[in-house]
């Protein structure tokens, strides 16, 4: 039976020796029940006043409560804040909340708190690792804005077990058997399944309180609370009672702390649990066997330590240490050689060599280091070394280079001479890419191209070709050093990709003199004596100037061919030919009167063939053009053959056409 207080009304451990869930105010069928909703009808009116009667009374100065003294729990308040709990309503549970956690001994290894929110959804409003004092906690409940929607209490049930208890949202491990209490308060039925996922929670060490107010369907509440539900399952048949019903339930959730009212003898620390406890021990200690006594950790016996060079125990933690010669670096692990040449007081002429605990001075190549250990002195590497000269050798700083005699070339291994070299070049062709060429003489072009190299010695030693293609923009397809085959160059040549757009000659010319032939890009130096030819390509006006980079491609030394095929411009291609430039450029309307190219390629190239007219040239480089162009014009007249059988074809097709029309 109930027990009641002088007045009538249910004392605060009313429900303690009840089997059935305790439920706390009166019967709804009894007369009382009839009168007091009658009752209620009649001051609605005056509802407001009674409001701020009740807030006015709430906020008198109450007697200080008595905190619990238990061992530490996790506890998460699940509040129920759908559209049936109305403003006032949720203020009241706003004051159970608080009332509760005024009685716990909080902190960060005392009692943990968490609130979360839900209705249709569920809102963290903070989690157990967030705060850890009453202030700060109250605070943030009464910032709570309910959700007022719907009430998906399985769906609460659910995000307190997979995320507000978990220990990344400040949940203790189980192993420390730490007790995980949820308190779910709610009005209503649920609109979801709770049966299966409260079970789930249970079983995942969550204990729990199934709370219901007014509207509560009991079968809910049994369902979702822990054995047994005479302990677990509470029923306030108003949202006034849930006051009187905070006082109890602060009654079970403290109990006696064991390691306050007994001798535990635990040598650190204590921790209490419901009916027992456990000790613990400090940062960098282990408990020993007797489970009460602590020992240092020695860190470095396991060898998980990470020190590079030498760990050394402290207690209950370590450092590392690094051998003479060497510091440790910012991740206190691993250690850097000391450099003691950047104290920059070595004095070394050329470099200085760290070693442990001291450094040495080093020389450059072609040099050696003095008695004194600092400076040093060039060697001549042509008396010290075999060279391999042929001719003669010239040492410079550190290094050496041969060269021949006047009307020798020196070859590609860089040491024999010969009159000739077999022919060696380095190429570069220029072709336009524009949009005026049209896919199909571009590949008519391609095909130019690879007739040249069938026709050249190509090796790495021998003769290099290099290509660019130019539109609006310029492309090095391949520059001299990546091929060193003749397959291999006509095989890129063929995937190489027509452009289109416009006609940018000036700034292909610029690209040739500044990257195709450097060094960088495969060009032998000059000193080698390997002629280096550029040969243009293009069938429209350059739609930039040409005059500057045509100019400074001479004067480097590029003997330059300037080929014209259309609407080519024949003050352009003059500009771009080398001198004497009636021998260095041609124009035509098609491919057919290109032929001519191979006598006045002999004619003036030469000095024997142009009669002391022209600039008088090595025999090497005579003998080397006069071979290009010649081998050249015989691939120009075969280019020509193939394009008058293909605009015979294309006009007997036009033809046909015609003829059907």
Same mark, same amino acid.
């Given at each position: 039976?109930?027990?009641? @207080?002088?007045?009538?009304?249910?004392?605060?451990?009313?429900?303690?020796?009840?089997?059935?869930?305790?439920?706390?105010?009166?019967?709804?069928?009894?007369?009382?029940?009839?009168?007091?909703?009658?009752?209620?009808?009649?001051?609605?009116?005056?509802?407001?006043?009674?409001?701020?009667?009740?807030?006015?009374?709430?906020?008198?100065?109450?007697?200080?409560?008595?905190?619990?003294?238990?061992?530490?729990?996790? =506890?998460?308040?699940? =509040?129920?804040?759908?559209?049936?709990?109305?403003?006032?309503?949720?203020?009241?549970?706003?004051?159970?909340?608080?009332?509760?956690?005024?009685?716990?001994?909080?902190?960060?290894?005392?009692?943990?708190?968490?609130? =979360?929110?839900?209705?249709?959804?569920?809102?963290?409003?903070?989690?157990?690792?967030?705060?850890?004092?009453?202030?700060?906690?109250?605070?943030?409940?009464?910032?709570?804005?309910?959700?007022?929607?719907?009430?998906?209490?399985?769906?609460?049930?659910?995000?307190?077990?997979?995320?507000?208890?978990?220990?990344?949202?400040?949940?203790?491990?189980?192993?420390?058997?730490?007790?995980?209490?949820?308190?779910?308060?709610?009005?209503?039925?649920?609109?979801?399944?709770?049966?299966?996922?409260?079970?789930?929670?249970?079983?995942?060490?969550?204990?729990?309180?199934?709370?219901?107010?007014?509207?509560?369907?009991?079968?809910?509440?049994?369902?979702?609370?822990?054995?047994?539900?005479?302990?677990?399952?509470?029923?306030?048949?108003?949202?006034?009672?849930?006051?009187?019903?905070?006082?109890?339930?602060?009654?079970?959730?403290?109990?006696?702390?064991?390691?306050?009212?007994?001798?535990?003898?635990?040598?650190?620390?204590?921790?209490?649990?419901?009916?027992?406890?456990?000790?613990?021990?400090?940062?960098?200690?282990?408990?020993?066997?007797?489970?009460?006594?602590?020992?240092? =950790?020695?860190?470095?016996?396991?060898?998980?330590?990470?020190?590079?060079?030498?760990?050394?125990?402290?207690?209950?933690?370590?450092?590392?240490?690094?051998?003479?010669?060497?510091?440790?670096?910012?991740?206190?692990?691993?250690?850097?050689?000391?450099?003691?040449?950047?104290?920059?007081?070595?004095?070394?002429?050329?470099?200085?060599?760290?070693?442990?605990?001291?450094?040495?001075?080093?020389?450059?190549?072609?040099?050696?280091?003095?008695?004194?250990?600092?400076?040093?002195?060039?060697?001549?590497?042509?008396?010290?070394?075999?060279?391999?000269?042929?001719?003669?050798?010239?040492?410079?700083?550190?290094?050496?280079?041969?060269?021949?005699?006047?009307?020798?070339?020196?070859?590609?291994?860089?040491?024999?001479?010969?009159?000739?070299?077999?022919?060696?070049?380095?190429?570069?062709?220029?072709? @336009?890419?524009?949009?005026?060429?049209?896919?199909?003489?571009?590949?008519?072009?391609?095909?130019?191209?690879?007739?040249?190299?069938?026709?050249?010695?190509?090796?790495?030693?021998?003769?290099?070709?290099?290509?660019?293609?130019?539109?609006?923009?310029?492309?090095?397809?391949?520059?001299?050093?990546?091929?060193?085959?003749?397959?291999?160059?006509?095989?890129?040549?063929?995937?190489?990709?027509?452009?289109?757009?416009?006609?940018?000659?000036?700034?292909?010319?610029?690209?040739?003199?500044?990257?195709?032939?450097?060094?960088?890009?495969?060009?032998?130096?000059?000193?080698?004596?390997?002629?280096?030819?550029?040969?243009?390509?293009?069938?429209?006006?350059?739609?930039? @100037?040409?005059?500057?980079?045509?100019?400074?491609?001479?004067?480097?030394?590029?003997?330059?061919?300037?080929?014209?095929?259309?609407?080519?411009?024949e003050e352009e291609l003059r500009a771009i030919a080398s001198e004497p430039v009636e021998q260095h450029f041609s124009y035509s309307a098609d491919f057919t009167t290109m032929t001519h190219l191979v006598e006045n390629f002999k004619l003036n190239i030469c000095p024997e063939e142009g009669k002391g007219e022209m600039e008088i040239r090595g025999l090497c480089e005579c003998e080397v053009l006069v071979q290009f162009q010649t081998n050249t014009v015989a691939i120009l007249r075969s280019l020509t053959e193939k394009l008058a059988q293909m605009t015979a074809r294309l006009e007997d097709l036009e033809k046909q056409i015609a003829d059907k029309k």
């Amino acid at each position: 039976m109930l027990r009641r @207080d002088r007045e009538g009304r249910p004392s605060p451990g009313a429900c303690q020796h009840q089997e059935q869930p305790c439920t706390l105010g009166v019967s709804p069928s009894s007369p009382k029940a009839v009168w007091s909703r009658r009752a209620m009808m009649n001051l609605l009116p005056v509802a407001p006043l009674l409001l701020l009667l009740l807030t006015t009374l709430e906020a008198r100065p109450k007697p200080a409560a008595l905190k619990c003294r238990t061992g530490p729990m996790d =506890i998460v308040f699940v =509040i129920d804040s759908s559209r049936s709990v109305r403003p006032f309503e949720f203020e009241i549970m706003r004051q159970f909340m608080m009332d509760i956690i005024g009685s716990l001994d909080l902190g960060p290894n005392a009692t943990r708190v968490g609130v =979360i929110q839900y209705s249709s959804q569920v809102q963290n409003i903070f989690s157990l690792k967030t705060f850890f004092t009453r202030v700060d906690m109250e605070n943030a409940i009464n910032s709570i804005v309910p959700l007022a929607q719907g009430t998906m209490t399985g769906l609460a049930i659910q995000y307190a077990m997979n995320v507000a208890f978990t220990t990344q949202e400040g949940a203790r491990p189980l192993h420390k058997k730490i007790p995980r209490i949820a308190i779910i308060v709610t009005d209503g039925r649920p609109q979801d399944r709770v049966t299966e996922v409260a079970t789930q929670a249970q079983n995942a060490g969550i204990e729990i309180y199934a709370v219901g107010i007014q509207r509560a369907d009991m079968n809910s509440l049994r369902a979702m609370a822990s054995p047994p539900l005479e302990e677990h399952v509470f029923l306030v048949e108003s949202f006034e009672l849930i006051q009187q019903f905070g006082k109890q339930f602060q009654d079970k959730l403290c109990a006696v702390d064991m390691c306050m009212d007994q001798e535990h003898g635990c040598q650190h620390s204590c921790v209490s649990t419901p009916g027992s406890f456990y000790c613990e021990c400090n940062p960098g200690y282990r408990l020993n066997v007797d489970a009460k006594t602590c020992s240092p =950790i020695d860190a470095c016996a396991d060898g998980r330590h990470g020190c590079q060079h030498q760990c050394v125990s402290t207690r209950g933690s370590y450092s590392c240490r690094c051998r003479a010669g060497y510091y440790l670096n910012q991740d206190k692990k691993s250690c850097s050689m000391i450099d003691y040449c950047s104290f920059r007081n070595h004095s070394c002429q050329h470099e200085c060599v760290s070693i442990p605990n001291g450094h040495y001075c080093r020389c450059r190549s072609g040099f050696t280091l003095q008695p004194d250990s600092r400076s040093c002195r060039a060697t001549d590497l042509c008396n010290g070394v075999d060279h391999g000269c042929e001719f003669k050798c010239v040492s410079t700083e550190g290094s050496f280079y041969c060269v021949c005699p006047e009307g020798q070339h020196l070859q590609g291994d860089g040491k024999a001479c010969s009159k000739c070299g077999g022919g060696h070049i380095d190429l570069v062709m220029v072709i @336009d890419g524009s949009k005026s060429v049209r896919p199909q003489n571009f590949e008519l072009v391609k095909q130019f191209v690879n007739r040249i190299v069938d026709l050249l010695e190509v090796s790495a030693h021998g003769t290099r070709v290099g290509l660019v293609q130019y539109s609006s923009r310029v492309r090095t397809e391949f520059p001299l050093n990546k091929y060193h085959s003749a397959d291999e160059i006509k095989k890129a040549v063929m995937e190489v990709e027509y452009m289109e757009k416009g006609t940018m000659t000036g700034l292909a010319l610029k690209h040739m003199v500044e990257h195709s032939f450097s060094e960088l890009e495969g060009a032998r130096p000059l000193s080698h004596n390997i002629p280096r030819i550029g040969l243009v390509f293009t069938d429209g006006r350059s739609q930039d @100037d040409i005059s500057e980079w045509a100019r400074r491609a001479k004067e480097s030394g590029i003997v330059m061919f300037a080929v014209g095929v259309g609407k080519a411009v024949e003050e352009e291609l003059r500009a771009i030919a080398s001198e004497p430039v009636e021998q260095h450029f041609s124009y035509s309307a098609d491919f057919t009167t290109m032929t001519h190219l191979v006598e006045n390629f002999k004619l003036n190239i030469c000095p024997e063939e142009g009669k002391g007219e022209m600039e008088i040239r090595g025999l090497c480089e005579c003998e080397v053009l006069v071979q290009f162009q010649t081998n050249t014009v015989a691939i120009l007249r075969s280019l020509t053959e193939k394009l008058a059988q293909m605009t015979a074809r294309l006009e007997d097709l036009e033809k046909q056409i015609a003829d059907k029309k």
